[in-house]
């Protein structure tokens, strides 16, 4: 026989108040958005706490530290010692599997000059790195000392890794 039409607004009424029905669904479905919502909210926070965790056994120090995640956005302020803790922290938050972005909001005791940042291709090394930006690659181990201690050896860097590469005086 196979699938058949009928006018849904047409026939005998069994299922009681239509209305009834639809307001009850449209309230379950509001209580469910709502549900997900406090959910997601929950995530974001338990997020936040355990990258500040993750900031805080590293090491760094910053006062009035303050992390907060929405979806893979994270915004962190407090006022850190100078500017390299400030960019390490930073990095350090963004390596993080599921965090895409940092606004930073950090600020710092110290004013120093900023580094740049580098995004690890396949096939990089600390050396060829170097080479890159200073011309020179046994000047590694100055990209290697800038990323401790989320860098625990100068062969442990992976693809998508961003790395501080600090300026240089010749």
């Known amino acids: 026989m196979g699938l058949m039409s ?11 108040n239509e209305e009834e029905e639809q307001r009850a669904a449209a309230a379950a479905a509001a209580n469910e958005a709502k ?19 993750e900031v805080s056994a590293l090491g760094f120090e910053v006062e009035e530290l303050s992390i907060k995640v929405s979806g893979d956005t994270a915004t962190v302020s407090g006022t850190a010692a100078n500017q390299a803790e ?14 895409s972005e940092v606004d930073d909001n950090l600020e710092v005791a110290e004013k120093e000059p900023e580094a740049t940042f580098y995004t690890v291709v396949s096939g990089d090394s600390l050396s060829k790195i170097a080479k890159a930006h200073y011309g020179n690659a046994m000047k590694y181990p100055v ?18 890794q961003v790395l501080r590469i600090p300026p240089i005086e010749d």
């Not at 009928?6 to 009681?16: D, E, P, R, S």
């Open 35 to 53: 549900a997900a919502e406090a959910a997601r909210m929950l995530a974001d926070r338990r997020r936040a706490a355990a990258l500040a965790a």
């Open 143 to 160: 990209i290697f000392e800038a990323n401790k201690p989320m860098l625990s050896d100068p062969d442990k860097i992976y693809p998508g």
């Open 6 to 16: 009928f006018l849904k607004g047409a026939g005998k009424k069994i299922f009681g």
């Open 86 to 99: 400030r960019e390490k922290v930073v990095l350090a938050i963004g390596n993080v599997h599921g965090i």
